[in-house]
């Protein structure tokens, strides 16, 4: 009965939301008058809405008709209760005198024991633990009800002799799926709110286990917002035993925004590869096309974040999100001595080397000419051009400064000597060519011919265009 009264004040409280939170003398004396209504449905209604707008002109009127009304004991006590009645400790204390004429009154609607367990949730809540051995003969009476298990972590924190019992009855009932669901995740929120990482491994089991969807949910959440050190293993593990498909997408959603590496990112790719469902499929592709990595943490440090960076290129390269060696070890080294500037306190060499980095990773992606045989794949350009922006968003910002010509062209003769070096320039000769027109460049730059030294730079440039078209 108890369950079927609060399923309907549930439905009437959302039904109502949408009306005003004041009421009219009128509607007040109606609601009044509808309480003691031999309607069942008009009094739920009536009940509803002393709660809703909290009339505690409906005390003297519960308390009037308590004894009269055997079938609504629990309710009116939870009423009373709820509207600040003064004398909700004396009801309980005389449910529990009377509850033998009271099995006998309802004609074995309720049992003795179910009589004082009723009464007992009120009378802990006025720290009255004198009927805490009936509670606990409920609980193992075979037939217990469901306020036996709400009052299990009372017992373990307020009656010590009962505290060990309740403690093993409390994470049995976490694993029983013959309670309803409910119970058994009320029951591991206890064990939580009690115990911390003690009550872990029902928690995992649950999220393994349980039968009901909803539960095992609610278990992953818990372990997620937790950051249990398995979970990220867990997931991989039971996101291919999960029945429901819309928790399946979560789980995947979860190894990207939550921990979003490489490799989480990779497992999701792969899974989705054989997801069960089109719809499942469908989502995943969405969540990867606009996936970001997550920002690290404020607690992170500036070195840990580069070296994260450091990890997660070795990562997309074993992937083949970027390539080829040269490549990869150019932009090893701009990291490596953005790496050693901070070291040294330079943070904005640091800067300029990470925002070099960015600007190399971002500049090949957009190739489309496909010039050289570097690469990276939109996977990879995620990761390196995001996390990159994630290290220059701590650092300090680059000055807008115009770079000068001199360091320009010594540059440029840097870079075309790294790609003979990286052979991806031709024989010695032309590059020899080359190498002759930056010097003649960079020397009539110093003797301040600037017509000359464009005119060098213009047939450097002739020239490479002109072997790339051949």
């Not at 009154?105 to 009723?118: A, D, F, L, N, P």
């Not at 649950?206 to 992953?220: G, H, L, Q, V």
């Not at 040269?326 to 080294?333: Q, V």
């Not at 220059?392 to 807008?400: V, Y």
């Amino acid at each position: 009965m108890k369950t079927i009264f609060i399923l309907f004040v549930n439905i009437f409280l959302l039904y109502n939301v949408c009306f005003s939170q004041t009421i009219t003398p009128e509607e007040k004396q109606q609601i009044l008058e509808d309480l003691t209504n031999s309607e069942l449905w008009i009094r739920w209604q009536a009940y509803n809405k002393v709660a809703q707008y909290h009339i505690t002109e409906a005390i003297p009127i519960l308390e009037n008709i308590f004894w009269k009304k055997l079938s609504l004991l629990s309710q009116n006590l939870d009423m009373l209760y709820g509207l600040g009645s003064p004398n909700v400790y004396s009801y309980a204390r005389a449910l529990v005198d009377s509850a033998e004429s009271i099995v006998s009154s309802t004609k074995g609607s309720y049992t003795r024991v179910e009589v004082i367990v009723m009464a007992s949730e009120y009378l802990f809540k006025f720290g009255d633990y004198s009927t805490a051995p009936i509670v606990f003969q409920g609980i193992r009476s075979g037939n217990p009800v469901e306020a036996d298990y709400r009052l299990l972590k009372e017992l373990i924190l307020h009656v010590p002799e009962y505290a060990d019992s309740a403690q093993i009855e409390l994470r049995r009932v976490t694993r029983d799926t013959l309670l309803p669901a409910i119970i058994r995740r009320n029951a591991i929120r206890d064990l939580l709110e009690l115990y911390g990482e003690g009550a872990y491994p029902e928690l995992i089991y649950m999220f393994k286990n349980d039968k009901e969807s909803i539960n095992r949910y609610i278990a992953f959440e818990e372990l997620i917002n937790r950051n249990h050190p398995q979970v990220r293993e867990l997931i991989k593990e039971q996101i291919y035993f999960e029945p429901a498909w819309v928790y399946r997408i979560a789980f995947a959603d979860s190894l990207m925004s939550h921990y979003g590496t490489p490799e989480d990112y990779k497992f999701v790719q792969n899974y989705m590869a054989n997801a069960q469902t089109e719809k499942e499929k469908d989502h995943i592709r969405r969540s990867m096309r606009d996936f970001k990595p997550p920002s690290p943490l404020p607690t992170k440090s500036l070195l840990e974040i580069i070296d994260n960076l450091i990890t997660q290129q070795q990562q997309i390269a074993g992937y083949n999100w970027i390539g080829d060696q040269n490549f990869i070890a150019e932009l090893g080294s701009y990291v490596s001595e953005a790496r050693s500037s901070l070291v040294r306190g330079d943070s904005l060499t640091c800067a300029r080397q990470i925002k070099t980095f960015q600007q190399t990773i971002d500049t090949e992606y957009k190739d489309t000419l496909n010039t050289t045989s570097a690469f990276v794949t939109n996977e990879g350009w995620k990761f390196l051009y995001y996390n990159a922006q994630y290290i220059l968003d701590r650092l300090p910002q680059i000055p807008s400064e115009q770079i000068p010509v001199s360091a320009l062209l010594d540059t440029l003769l840097a870079r075309l000597k790294w790609c003979y070096d990286s052979k991806q320039l031709g024989e010695r000769r032309f590059y020899a060519e080359l190498e002759d027109h930056l010097k003649d460049a960079i020397k009539k730059y110093q003797r301040q011919d600037t017509i000359g030294t464009a005119q060098e730079i213009e047939e450097f440039f002739n020239k490479l265009r002109w072997e790339y078209q051949r």
